[in-house]
């Protein structure tokens, strides 16, 4: 992410290329993110772009397994809540140094390569 006067100065470049009239959608993250935690209208609904069919189709079987094994939707929500809180940030960045073709990713790309036994 950039900093505000990193997009000032890459708006300017735009303006002076002759996209003065595109639109855009300015986002500050801090203030969005205190916006989220505090939740002042009391929002409960989410929604969540999965990017791909495939990748809607698992989220939502996912989703339901907990909704199953929960009955309650109060749990299952809970249940879903605890376990994205139990990989952190750590966790999260080794997954990205790995790459993501682990068994049954649905992210795009060729899969990662993979030095055979005896080659090691």
Not at 52 to 75: L, N
Not at 76 to 99: S, T
Request: hydrophobic share 40%; with cysteine; aromatic share 6%.
């Amino acid at each position: 992410m950039a900093t505000v006067k990193e997009e000032y100065e890459l708006l300017k470049a735009k303006i002076l290329a002759g996209k003065e009239n595109e639109t855009i959608h300015v986002v500050w993250h801090d203030q969005e993110r205190k916006r989220k935690q505090e939740n002042p209208k009391k929002s409960t609904r989410m929604s969540i772009d999965c990017r791909t069919p495939d990748a809607w189709s698992a989220m939502q079987m996912e989703k339901e397994r907990y909704f199953a094994v929960a009955i309650d939707p109060h749990i299952a929500i809970e249940f879903m809540i605890r376990a994205l809180r139990e990989v952190d940030d750590a966790k999260l960045r080794e997954w990205l140094a790995e790459g993501h073709q682990q068994e049954g990713d649905l992210l795009p790309g060729p899969p990662k390569a993979v030095i055979p036994e005896w080659l090691r």
